[in-house]
């Protein structure tokens, strides 16, 4: 039944499998690899599966554009979780392979940068050759075809293969973020340390559009945290922006900000507000600092003395 | 009693009564003037009058502090209506007074460059002394003290003189703005052409703090009529803002601007939404234009897809 | 010879010529009271007097429109000094006189507000007339036409009068602020803290074009200090800005900003750059705290910086 | 020799050659195919190369991010070129296959959502896999392992292929925008349409910095083409921002606002100003439209009044 089916972004062992494990409730639910993106979340739209994860941003690589361009356009879909994994390689090697041993290796497009430092220093001769992921590049030395493999630590088992060499990776704390991505319902609970996913097109009129999409934020004290432009498709020069900020939709900075863009922009597609993750239960019992004059309790009481300055009584 | 009389800044025959006398309600009130702006309106704080007519800006002259500064400090009052009075002057003389008779003129100072150029190219040698209003101008030209006073033409009768010269003024299109004030209460009805007035004090840590205050406006596409710095007492270099904008505080863009700039602003005193005088009927049908996406029904169109949202409809 | 003399808003015993008194130079000049802030600024003009000193702003009963009128039109004049005197009033009376003797009392009316509490306390039933300076009602005390005048207790000698109290002020720090007027020359040499005056001309087609004029300064780091709105004369609604802003305009922060100014607005005047009055000299030495990016080093090197990518070698 | 040698993203027969081979000088040049857009700026960099042609944005795609990335980092390059070119798929076979025959197709990632639509009505059953580039398909189709590949119809001749099908493409008006990178030399020669590209780096601590970078646009009339955040490599949430603006280096609103940039932001790389391709003769005859008071007359005309203000002719 769908509603235990959670699909993500496989093939079996990898970081996207890796970080869905860290929900509790994947220990409940049936985990569903997919061949891509869009057949992941499509997974979701048709109602085969629950909810998909999906990788949405790396902090080397950047925005994932499948994911932002997915989210953007065809049937809404709307995020409720979202999980940071620390990247880290591991180098991959049927049992009984020495360092010495390895003159072919594979991985992920993406891996490449992450390691090439490690492998000029460490196999400065060996032959890199792409595979269509980290968990497929595993399958290939399984299979006897590359010598080693750069992937996650815990697609060894799945593979039987073994780490040769852990921890491996060229920058210094590279992450990815993933979502969790369900149908449209009611956003996740306010936490106080949350995160409010949109993405937003401009008038193609208009030159300053995006300063203005800008401050409808800036206005209202509302902390930008991430934001990627997109192609619309419909020409070069058109873009739609996929934008994070801090808070939650019930965050009254939060909620006037979006009906300003909503009012203002010829589109907005509200991506849902969800709890920060990597926040620690410090800065979680903070919660998010704000602009004086912009907490709930500063909207509350303007609207109060505006009702009492409309019945006279201010 | 008190709700049938009204008081404005006297003498009789100045122009605040004759801006006074075009108000219908008018024919039917106890009109009573008072000897300074400040207790026109002390008279309706204390309740001995309904409300008070005072000028509170001049297109030649500027804006008329003592109104300004009375409105900003002191038990609130609100401003109910406004009106818009063309300032021509009349030279008015004893009876019998011919143009060349004339060696002395006096007037109110605030008449002296209005009539300037008049005085240069008519009366080039004639001596000038200022005198308290432009009606005691012409009680000092009835007691024979001067040969002639500029004053409004409808003073004439007041004082038993003559009109010699009519319609004198340098600067064309020279009106003044009349405002009338009473004892909070709800606002007057919203017309679809009106002026909301506000007094806003900024922080004193904030060299960019009036850019935000402007920003309050400007975000929601409401358009600022005047805006006028006024020292609040506290020092040099400390000041408020008595600010007039378009629109009503019912209309949406008014109302969450006005509720911005109290969130953020350390004091704001509303001092009531009014119908705009001076508007024709044709631009009354119209009514003020907004900026795409800030009129009421972007407004609530807004507001439904926010509650969508956090439904999980949208 | 006009090189030696100086012009001041009159009569003798004003503030306004006990501010010029504090200027080193005054001593060495013909110190000429005049009748109004025209007349000192057109002997300026006309050549008759190297410069005039007239009162600007008080803080507390604001701008002086007829010296921010002045400045803004006719023949350019340029400030090359500005002068803030602590204001505090004497009860000037004729020797023998004492409270208990007081029936009337006169000054000039922006006295009246600064007096009022005191008055109240210690005067209840005195009658108040206005007199047309507060030098003027010193004269009239002397000549028997008022008991007492409220005046500086520096006019007591000129009238042969006795200061019965002194220190007399409602307001706590109330200043006022003199500048010292010339026809345009080079402006006063650079301290580190500088004022610099304008008067902007807005387009009237434009309803954001304050907000315009502000980002202007802001975008540069450009700290205002003082903005009033005067009316052009050109009717209701029309006004421009008479602007102060911390630098001088050697300061490449402010240069570009007067830059930006002068292309993007219809009209500016220069009104001149001058040391501050009452900066002690610690904040002398500190000189004023400029936002990081905008000092005059972070210019050049910009500008150096910009050259090499212009020639191919950043 | 290296003068006469430009790279390429190969292999042959790729779009990026046939954009390549619009530039008139690309006949006289030796050009060589490289297996990525890091080798090939590399190439160019060590001297090797005078020049690389590389993809940098897709108006399906968005931006490639292996070429912001180069270009943003390393060894500095320029850009002194861009080719626009249209992208449509031709469906290359080995001579003699009919559409019936079609099993297996494949091609570029890249290819496969800007054919999906075009598969899915004429070829619904076909398998697609895909391959490194365009061009590979091709090759992989001549070596008989797929029965035919989406390429440009110009890589038919290159692999002995012919195209069976021309002009596919499901988002109406796909283009590709490459740049010809060479070492930091001036730049291209001002035509009156340029586009101005860069790096800017914002610094950490400050939520609002998004905002001021477009502010010092704004503030100078500068409009933005493109804008697109990308990772710092220095974990999640740190961006700097690779931005294509209207004009060249040696507009004076230009200048000034990359001056701006470079005083406020931590870093700034300037990577070019260049004609804009794909402007026709007219718009080129027009130049860039700028907005009042920010084309270089309104400069030259603001800064000699500077001059006269400073040495007192104004």
């Known amino acids: ?8 972004l496989g093939p079996e062992g990898t970081f996207t499998e890796a970080a869905l494990r860290t929900l509790p409730e994947a220990a409940t639910r049936e985990l569903v690899p997919m061949v891509s993106v869009p057949t992941a979340l499509d997974a979701v739209r048709s109602g085969e599966a629950a909810a998909a994860l999906v990788p949405i941003e790396n902090s080397v690589e950047g925005g994932v554009t499948a994911t932002l361009d997915e989210l953007a356009t065809g ?20 049992p009984g392979t020495a360092l010495t041993d390895i003159k072919t290796v594979t991985g992920h497009p993406v891996a490449q940068p992450q390691v090439r430092k ?14 269509a992921s980290n968990a497929d590049g595993a399958r290939l030395v399984q299979e006897g075809r590359y010598d080693a493999a750069f992937a996650g630590e815990f697609a060894a088992a799945t593979y039987g293969l073994e780490p040769l060499v852990t921890d491996i990776h060229d920058a210094k704390n590279a992450q990815t973020r993933f979502v969790l991505a369900g149908r449209p319902a009611r956003p996740a609970a306010r936490t106080g340390t949350d995160r409010t996913s949109l993405v937003v097109w401009l008038g193609d009129d208009h030159p300053g559009a995006l300063l203005e999409l800008l401050q409808e934020f800036s206005a209202r004290g509302v902390n930008l945290m991430r934001i990627e432009s997109r192609p619309t498709g419909e020409g ?30 010829p589109k907005v597609r509200f991506l849902g507000s969800y709890p920060r993750a990597g926040v620690d239960s410090q800065a979680l019992a903070a919660g998010t600092q704000v602009r004086p004059g912009t907490s709930d309790a500063d909207f509350v009481a303007a609207a109060d003395w505006l009702a009492r300055c409309q019945d006279g009584r201010a």
Chains 1, 2, 3, 4 share one sequence.
């Open 236 to 265: 070069m020069g058109r873009y739609c922006f996929s934008v994070d900020c801090e808070g939650h939709i019930t965050d009254r900075r939060v909620a006037e900000t979006l009906m300003g863009l909503k009012r203002t922009c």
């Open 118 to 131: 490690w492998l000029a220093a460490h196999l400065p001769d060996v032959l890199w050759e792409s595979s």
């Open 1 to 8: 039944m769908s509603a235990s089916r959670y699909t993500y």
């Open 75 to 94: 049937a809404p879909l709307m995020i409720y979780r979202e999980v940071l994994l620390q990247i880290a390689f591991a180098l991959l090697v049927r």
